[in-house]
Each structure stands twice: as C-alpha cells, then as structure tokens.
C-alpha cells in the first residue's frame, strides 16, 4: 500500500513456505529507507531494506505467521535539531 512516500507491506510465511521472504518494491530502488514491523510489535522475526536491490528482506521464524512493515525516508534533521519524517514538516 502506498500512502504519499511511505510504503506498507504485508507478509506472511504459510506452512511449508519458505522462511526467508523477499519483496521486492522496485520504484524505492536504490532508496535508503528505514523499515520497521509495526503489527505486531513485537516479535523475533529479522528484516532489512536492501535499497540497492530495491526489495525487503524478511525471515519468520515459524510457520503461519504474518506481519505489516512501514517503509520510509531516513530521518533528516533541520538546524533546530529536530528529527522528523520526510514531508512531515509543514512550513
């Protein structure tokens, strides 16, 4: 799902399925990004953004498990010394 410059990816490793996923989200090329599960919160499961391939890396830990990840821009600082979201601020 794309929601302005952040991306929401759903997935979900069924039974037999494989426990490393990759999604791959090819307009975010070469992007850096900062991935985080947000559902659920908590959890053991690794993932990584991988800008050059363009693609999220994911591994579960079990079977039948899903999760929902957020990516978006590195946080930028202005002079103030205030981190925020890309396109966050309004001035």
Aim: neutral net charge.
């Amino acid at each position: 799902m794309k929601c302005g410059e952040t991306r929401y990816l759903a997935v979900w490793r069924r039974a037999g399925g494989n426990s490393i996923q990759e999604l791959s989200v090819q307009d975010l090329r070469g992007e850096e990004r900062q991935a985080k599960r947000i559902y659920p919160v908590q959890g053991a499961d690794r993932y990584e953004w991988n800008a050059a391939k363009g693609s999220l890396c994911v591994e579960f830990s079990r079977e039948n498990m899903a999760a929902l990840y957020r990516l978006w821009f590195i946080l930028l600082v202005c002079e103030c010394d205030t981190p925020w979201e890309y396109g966050s601020p309004s001035f």
